[in-house]
């Protein structure tokens, strides 16, 4: 089956500054892939360029293709957009009220988001629709509550009941957890993955934590200075990085289980761990070193490192890097 979303050489610039260089990204049906990289790697903004929610003086070029939609994403005009987003491809972000409406009621906004899609087929349906929607988000009989009668996690929760309405092909989650207290976020990271399994939608999601990552994730993607450095299966680049970037990250974490694989990493026990912290600053938006983007920081460069390093391996699992960890001459 062909891929839900291809992202095909995808760069972001600003006033010719570029923010993110050359970003190949497949995901598919049904499968849940990882977007990891410490903050300013270029993670957020690769997600609003498929969403076409970049600010105005921010450009995106290259390709953005999703199953269902029969036109090219990047360049696409808001009026194409808005009939995307919200049915095909959704979006769960940090901060919840920045989805909801304060003045509407929870239930009126579920429902609505299913009549502008006209995939229900009057407002009757779609109330009941939102009830369920709801109910399947532990959140029962909240139909008429507004949203600052609620709690963040309750929030969170109505927005994933919103994404989620129209059964979506591909659900984008940036930092969907990051906000809230560690309590709850299990719960969220366990009603996303329900929530995608039942519709079998794939899932793009975007965290610093490594933890979240491998019990959520069967992909992950690694960017730093705005591109991706390795790609592969989350056991196989949690247990054998290849690029140094993803060996530092890795080496300095504390994901002790990911040795054994993704279904040992418990949630329900897991304290949040944040991306680790790797000598050196990462450089402004614009000022990465050419050639590798890491070299500035890297203990394994050479001159050879001046120069960009290609991507080797398939285009779902590789890395960019001239002298990788796990290599017989490294
Ligand atoms: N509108 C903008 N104008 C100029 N630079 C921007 C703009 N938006 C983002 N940037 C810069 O682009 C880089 C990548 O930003 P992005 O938000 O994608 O990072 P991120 O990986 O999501 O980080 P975080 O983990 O902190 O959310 C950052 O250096 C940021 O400062
Ligand atoms: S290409 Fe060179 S600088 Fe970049 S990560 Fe690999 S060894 Fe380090
Ligand atoms: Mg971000």
Partial sequence: MSDVLTVQGLTVSVRDVALVSDVELTVGPGERV???GESGSGKSLTALSVLGLLPEDVLAAGSVRLSGVDHELIGADERRMSRVRGRH?????????????????????VAEAMLIHRTRSSRRAARIAAAELLELVQLPGVMRTYPHQLSGGQRQRVVLALALANDPALLICDEPTTALDVTVQAMVLDLIMRGVAARESALLFITHDLAVVATVC???LVMYGGRVVESGPVTEVFTRPRHRYTEGLIAASDLESADSGPADVGLATSAPRRLPTIPGNVPPAGQFPDGCVFRNRCAHATETCATLPPWTGTPTQGFACHHPAGASDA
Avoid at 92 to 98: A, G, I, L, Y
């Fill in 218 to 220: 069967q992909r992950v």
């Fill in 89 to 109: 491809l959704a979006m769960v972000f940090q901060e919840p009220m920045t989805a909801l409406n304060p003045t509407m009621r929870v239930g009126d906004q």
């Fill in 34 to 36: 990882g977007l990891i």
